[in-house]
């Protein structure tokens, strides 16, 4: 039985540093100011928030969606400002009533951007 005594706490700090040291490195190497990881999550905000109604090309095919009005998004001839706003604050029909929500409190300003992104991208 030996009591871990300040010689043997140094060598423990010797090696574990360095180590400390690569993971530091190797995250500021893969994540980079958040830039691949924020362009790969806009697929992923869409077929997580939007594909349900809007379908995951775009094209709103299901029966729930045409009962719904949604629009084809792949036809769509709407300005990114437009599309922006769509996202932001939503559609209510004639008589007011929501049909698609809001997405203002739910998706930050860089991923609503990148959804933006997204939809125009759907068009051919
Ligand atoms: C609850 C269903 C629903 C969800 C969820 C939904 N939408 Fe919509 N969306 C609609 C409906 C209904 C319309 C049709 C309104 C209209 O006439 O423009 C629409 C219209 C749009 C339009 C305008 C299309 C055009 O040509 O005018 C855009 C852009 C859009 N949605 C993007 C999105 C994005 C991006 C998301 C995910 C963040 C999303 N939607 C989530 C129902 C939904």
């Known amino acids: 039985m030996t009591v871990p005594g300040p010689a043997q706490d140094k060598t423990a700090m010797k090696t574990r540093l ?3 040291f690569a993971w530091v490195v190797l995250g500021g190497i893969v994540l980079p100011g958040g830039g691949p990881v924020r362009a790969a999550s806009g697929p992923e905000l869409f077929a997580k928030h939007c594909a349900s109604c ?8 299901s029966p729930a969606a045409r009962k719904l ?3 084809d998004l792949t036809q769509s001839k709407t300005s990114e400002a437009e599309i922006e706003k769509q996202i932001t604050e939503g559609w209510k029909d004639d008589r007011g009533n929501l049909k698609m929500p809001p997405f203002k409190d739910k998706l930050s300003a860089p991923e609503i951007g990148s959804l933006v992104v997204v939809v125009k991208g759907l068009r051919k």
């Open 18 to 20: 360095p180590r400390l």
């Open 54 to 61: 809007h379908g995951k090309d775009g094209k709103a095919q």
């Open 69 to 71: 009005g949604v629009k």
